[in-house]
């Protein structure tokens, strides 16, 4: 099966600590994104990467860091300077060819207490 | 900043109306899509409107494009209670990259059987 698979689908932390959130993805695309939702809302981007050890800063960057050392894996991290932690996070990827449409993860929720 | 306002924030319709949602924006763009999102899931993606197409078909879906007023409406036709789920129009930004979306704040649809 092709996707994007994001793990796990809820998490719980303790502020002040810091939490990775992972995204996998086998449909050999080329950009990933992070998202995030707070309830109601829309998405905002977090952060997005075009290609391998490469990535840009979105629009709410501030508080959150990510790597992609490897085309599939584009894991972001919460840490604790992030002032509202709590959200919903979606994972996205496109193709290279066409980077219109993007493919979405089923999400993680994390709650920071 | 935010690109795509969707209107109504939320619809509810009994089934078999038609829902018609509409998304304003503010920048000159090369595409625009139309997202769906069941509760708690990820996007999926319904449709893509290039910049020189007026208007689109996908089965009961019509969307229609019109730059000059930097809007864009998405109908669904014939609506069923699984139509129920929040719809996101989002856009690039033709003087931008075009890896890199911007998702309004949603249209909820509540189709009652």
């Known amino acids: 099966d092709g996707g994007i698979t994001q793990s796990p689908k809820y998490l719980f932390r303790k502020e002040g600590q810091n939490v990775t959130l992972s995204c996998e993805q086998n449909?050999?695309?080329?950009?990933m994104y992070w998202y995030r939702q707070d309830p109601g809302q829309g998405l905002r981007l977090i952060y997005y990467?075009?290609?391998?050890?490469?990535?840009q800063k979105g629009d709410i960057a501030e508080g959150y860091s990510v790597s992609r050392e490897k085309k599939e894996s584009f894991p972001l991290t919460v840490t604790s300077a992030q002032k509202n932690p709590t959200a919903f996070y979606l994972c996205?990827?496109?193709?290279?060819?066409?980077?219109?449409?993007?493919?979405f993860g089923p999400g993680t929720r994390l709650t920071v207490t | 900043s935010q690109q795509g306002e969707e209107d109504p924030q939320a619809l509810s319709i009994q089934e078999g109306e038609n829902a018609t949602m509409n998304c304003s924006y503010k920048?000159?763009?090369?595409?625009l899509q139309w997202y769906r999102q069941n509760s708690g899931r990820g996007l999926v993606h319904l449709i893509l409107i290039r910049s020189n197409e007026r208007e689109k078909h996908s089965g009961r879906l019509r969307v229609t494009l019109d730059t000059s007023k930097k809007s864009s409406s998405l109908l669904i036709t014939a609506s069923r209670a699984a139509d129920t789920a929040s719809y996101f129009c989002a856009t690039d930004d033709s003087g931008g990259s075009n890896y890199k979306l911007t998702f309004g704040k949603g249209t909820l649809l509540t189709v009652n059987p």
């Open positions: 996205a990827s496109t193709s290279s060819g066409t980077p219109y449409e993007q493919y």
């Open positions: 449909l050999n695309h080329d950009a």
């Open positions: 920048t000159s763009i090369n595409n």
């Open positions: 990467s075009q290609i391998v050890n490469d990535f």
